[in-house]
């Protein structure tokens, strides 16, 4: 048998290459784990972690807002970018860190440098050189995908750098539909920034809830967020005074800062890929089966860089498998089917399982349960509304799909995913006694079936 210098080198040392270095260096197995940027890749460095730190800084706007109906006086209240900023960056280095100790703990060798394929079994490090490895893990993660040929793209800002500007922006313009763009949205917005959101469909977050886009938009502009819908940029100039964005409609804004939020790209550049034959899909991504293994059979990927479901706990679920099957002898493949995912929009979204629209397509007749209401928190002021839905399986009568804009959403979805996921049926679920008062509630109390306008008027 040959012989190698590890039994697993990892490429990327992000949520899915980090859990599965781990857990095979814990299983007795030679591992090394290669990182060219900072350990805890996107998710700890420049995703999820600092994003939901700037949403907690920028929610206290609205905190404070609403805080008077209840009688405080806030009058004062100032916000002080670089003191967050320091902040966020002790916590952020904290995590890393202790991603760092984790690795070192289980026994797993850790290479700084960008790493590229020489060949099926060989990976060069930058400034260390060639290591052989028996099996190759590739979890080199997402970066963000910019329109490279549109003029004056180099003026615009993207999610990374959005984390360390040096001071805040008086204006921003926004451009990009999907979730990264209306989380940043909502928190430039809490922090006082005057916010345009421009994206080119005819509604935000495509692939959501019809009602859960329509909603969220809505309530959006009530924040203060201008949607413009439909267009997008065909250029940017830098003027005196700022960054005049033109848009393809005809219409112009001009901001002190731009940032593009147009999707993720898989990122392989510079990968070797090709020399050890890796093929790709047609997207960009490293094509995988179930079990995450590649076209070549001793090369596995997970997370991003696979497309598949871009969140971090399905990254390191998709590690977690690989690991199990490959070095602790259980085969494991992990189910793509009914993860729930939140949107850290202000208000933020909690959803899992299928669209009304997707239900129907896949199973023909749906029933749906909805309700809109003012969340009891905003009972003094305000008129924020909060969306609850459920789309039902008419033949199983199982819940096939869970949605809620309003105050604590994500914490309410992981628990309806834990039902969903076991098949509950709409009885079932209606069997489980409400806990008052609260906004989750409503979702147990719903009986009547939900007759869309244009149906209704039919009937
Ligand atoms: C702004 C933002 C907010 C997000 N918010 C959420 C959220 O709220 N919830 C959620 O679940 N997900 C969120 N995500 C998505 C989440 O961050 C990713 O799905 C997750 O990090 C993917 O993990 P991964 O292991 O595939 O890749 P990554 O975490 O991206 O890790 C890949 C690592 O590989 C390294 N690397 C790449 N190429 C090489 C190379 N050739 N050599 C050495 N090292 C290399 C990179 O530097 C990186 O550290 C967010 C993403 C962004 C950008």
């Excluded at 405080?72 to 890393?96: T, Y």
């Excluded at 959006?220 to 393809?248: D, M, N, W, Y």
Aim: glycine letters at 10%; one cysteine or more.
């Amino acid at each position: 048998m040959a012989q190698y210098d590890y039994d697993l080198f990892v490429i990327g040392a992000g949520s899915g290459g980090v859990r599965a270095a781990r857990l095979a260096a814990m299983s007795g197995a030679k591992v090394a784990i290669a990182e060219e940027h900072r350990v805890g890749g996107t998710c700890v460095i420049r995703g999820c972690v600092p994003k939901k730190f700037m949403v907690y800084a920028s929610e206290f706007a609205h905190h404070f807002k609403t805080s008077k109906s209840y009688g405080w006086s806030v009058e004062g209240a100032r916000f002080d970018w670089p003191a967050f900023l320091e902040e966020k960056d002790k916590e952020i280095a904290r995590l890393s860190g202790i991603y760092v100790r984790n690795l070192q703990n289980a026994g797993a060798e850790l290479a700084h440098g960008k790493a590229r394929l020489a060949d099926a079994h060989t990976v060069e490090i930058e400034k260390i050189g060639a290591r052989t490895a028996d099996k190759i893990l590739i979890a080199t993660g997402g970066r963000p995908w910019m329109p490279r040929d549109l003029p004056g793209v180099e003026f615009a800002i993207t999610s990374n750098e959005a984390f360390h500007l040096p001071q805040l922006p008086r204006r921003i313009v926004i451009a990009g539909g999907g979730y990264i763009a209306v989380e940043f949205a909502g928190i430039f917005n809490g922090l006082g920034v005057e916010v345009t959101l421009v994206h080119r469909g005819p509604n935000l977050l495509r692939g959501f809830d019809d009602d859960v886009r329509s909603h969220l938009a809505e309530e959006l502009e009530k924040r203060g967020i201008t949607v413009v819908l439909a267009t997008q940029h065909t250029a940017i100039e830098k003027t005196p005074s700022g960054l005049v964005s033109k848009f393809a409609d005809g219409h112009e804004r001009e901001s002190d800062v731009v940032m593009f939020c147009l999707g993720r790209e898989p990122y392989v550049e510079g990968l070797g890929l090709e020399k050890a034959g890796v093929k790709l899909t047609d997207e960009g991504a490293v094509a995988v089966d179930d079990y995450s293994r590649s076209n070549v059979e001793n090369i596995w990927a997970v997370g991003d860089v696979t497309d598949r479901i871009n969140l971090t706990p399905v990254a390191i679920r998709e590690g977690q498998a690989f690991a199990e099957s490959e070095f602790l002898g259980r085969p494991t493949r992990f189910d793509h089917e009914m993860v729930a995912s939140a949107v850290f929009s202000q208000p933020p979204i909690g959803s899992v399982g299928l669209s009304e629209a997707d239900a129907r397509k896949r199973y023909g007749k749906v029933d749906i349960y909805l309700a809109r209401l003012k969340p009891m928190k905003y009972a003094f002021h305000g008129d924020e509304r909060a969306l609850l839905k459920l789309v039902v399986d008419a033949a199983s009568e199982k819940v096939i799909g869970c949605h809620v804009v309003g105050p604590d959403a994500p914490e309410m979805i992981q628990m309806a995913a834990i039902a969903m996921k076991m098949g509950v049926t709409k009885s079932q679920w209606d069997a489980t006694c409400a806990v008052h008062p609260t906004l989750a509630e409503e979702l147990v109390t719903m009986r009547e079936k939900h007759v869309p306008m244009s149906l209704g008027q039919v009937a």
